[in-house]
């Protein structure tokens, strides 16, 4: 989450996203095509932008709600992302909040071993077909959740020691 892109307005934000999941829709609908005629290529690129655009704009509504639902506002939400990036916490925070915060990353963070099987069967149909581009992309993906993974494990674990310890100092603190 790039603090930068949450403070473009909703509709930047969308036709951000519209556009770039129309350019990866175009792609992979190019991919799958057998005939290049230029009645083809336009009716791929007219489906994708509006299957893109869509998609951005929904995005951007759903996850707003999402943001506002779980953090309260997108300021707590990118000083959530912001310490879960670096480990550090900010000075004064809600220890409670913070722990029902870093839960949904746990339960968020469960999902990503399907992420990697997913991609792993994907690669496996794809070389059974001798599609080899299409493998070794899918074969990369299941690689880069398997990392993520690992790294999205030890962030939660390092900030979950930090809160920890943020809430042990506080309540020796009122002691």
Not at 14 to 33: D, E, P, Q, R
Not at 135 to 146: H, I, K, P
Request: no cysteine.
């Amino acid at each position: 989450m790039q603090t930068w892109f949450y403070r473009l307005p909703a509709t930047v934000r969308a036709l951000v996203i519209g556009g770039l999941s129309s350019a990866a829709i175009f792609g992979v609908m190019s991919l799958y095509t057998d005939s290049d005629t230029r009645e083809s290529v336009i009716g791929r690129l007219v489906v994708s932008t509006i299957v893109g655009m869509l998609s951005g704009a929904v995005g951007v509504v759903w996850g707003d709600r999402r943001m506002q639902r779980v953090f309260g506002s997108t300021e707590q939400a990118l000083t959530y992302t912001r310490a879960f990036r670096t480990g550090e916490l900010p000075a004064d925070i809600d220890p409670a909040a913070w722990q029902r915060w870093l839960a949904i990353s746990r339960q968020s963070a469960r999902w990503t071993p399907a992420g990697v099987g997913v991609f792993a069967v994907l690669a496996v149909l794809q070389s059974l077909n001798h599609e080899w581009r299409l493998a070794a992309m899918f074969a990369l993906l299941a690689l880069w959740e398997a990392a993520l993974m690992l790294v999205l494990r030890r962030r939660i674990a390092r900030l979950a020691a930090a809160v920890g310890q943020h809430a042990s100092g506080q309540s020796l603190g009122n002691t």
